[in-house]
């Protein structure tokens, strides 16, 4: 691995150098070999990662010089103060193969300067569901922080009950969040304009170096681009404070995310998100107000109101454009006012009759293509489940009608069928199998966990690895909000 430290060049207000607190009798519940590979030349390296990744700082290579990130954030829509890593540490950063910069950042590390009234520690239903989570969604090429593995410890921590720590080494591109920049016009004022410098120099090189105006806009355009393939691909967030968007377009802080099933845009995912502020049909909305508070600090640098008005305008044009490109593919058509109209009234139908958010547009192969066993399956439960709504079989008859009919003047069968495949996932990562595989974690079976990241490994594929379950949306009366509690 070729390490770059870069973070520990900046100003050492910015963070907190510390060891790591070791777990007791660390077990590597999962390794992603093929994440490892991207980082480093050699297949085997004479890292020990489940010492590693259990904290133990006795076998931490040279290079890494663990420290802890400070910054600030809005949380829920109000000023949070002072927060910063209360649990994780950034332990090194290294080139992966591409020449890219990445994060290795250990999450459940301990307790910080930051941790305010945490342990600093991980449960393993949250570790499990963050590593599940990340690695679904890069592999579905949504920007995601991933995972290089997980562990669990014999190491207590109090949650409702004692329970055992688990901890996970994440790997991003990028840990410096909105939050940073929060942190730094609040209390550090005369820092502000160097670090902003750096942060350009360090993840947008290619802009002019002091052209600012411009980096701010490319943060909020990457914004754009990532919620849009939110939108696209259903993900809820699930806790968007501007201490968990990062500056590069790229998720991260995986908590109580939930993925959309049966299609309910206000549902509320987060247990502790009273008034449902991150709803999944909120997130565009909510991505702009978060940009605006990042915006204002750059007052600091005396940016106009009008580039900032600017920029925030980009960033709802990006997301717009972004979405309607990506919605047409999900039908199989090329954009444009047609393909969207029919786009939208689909994306209606699925609300309106809380169809399964995947399968169904899974469904449209079988219109096309009858080759695929389970392609025809989604589409017969599809017919099934409109034949029995009110006016919900008239109006899905009536949409394939000019669906076809659209088809037939703009593409090929061939053509529309491939888009179809290659936008819309056969498997997520649904809430059930995230808890089944939380089940096994708990009784030291990794087994399912195993099989899920297999499967996630290749989402848009149909694979004798599924159960039925995997593509079984959770019953209406089954949804529950996931604990905010990790
Ligand atoms: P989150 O909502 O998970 O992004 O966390 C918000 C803040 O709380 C961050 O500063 C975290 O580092 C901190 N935090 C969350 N859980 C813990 C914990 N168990 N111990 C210490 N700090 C924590
Ligand atoms: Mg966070």
Redesign the pocket.
Known sequence: MKHHHHYLTLNPALYHRQDAMPLDNPRLMHFNHALHETLSDSPVDKVDWRRVIGADNAAFPNEFQPLAMV?A?H?FGQWAGQ??????LLLTQVFDKQGKLQDLHLK?AG??P?????????MIDSTVREYLGSHALSMLGVPSSNALGCVVSDTP?MRQQMVRAAALLRVSDCHVRLGHFEWLAVYHPELFGEFSYQMMAAYYPKIDRYDIDEFLRQVCKNTAKLIAKWQLVGFSHG?M?T??LNITGTTL?F?PFGMMERFNPSWINNHSDHHGRYTYQNQPTIGHWNLQRWLACFELLSVKDSVMADCLDAYKTTLHDSYDEGICQKIGLPKDSTSLSLAYEFVGLLKTYELDYTNSFRALAALLDDGCAHEQALLATLNDELRHQEHGWERWQDWLARHQAHMRHTTSTQESVQKIRQTNPVYILRNAMAERAIQGALDDDFSEMARLFELLSRPFDVQSIAVKDDTTPTHRHDMTPVS?M?
């Not at 930051?114 to 991980?122: C, I, M, Y």
């Open positions: 910054y954030g949380q927060l910063g890593d209360g649990r994780g459940g307790k910080t930051f941790s305010r009234f945490g342990d600093g520690r991980a921590i806790v404070n201490d968990n802080d908590g905010c990790s």
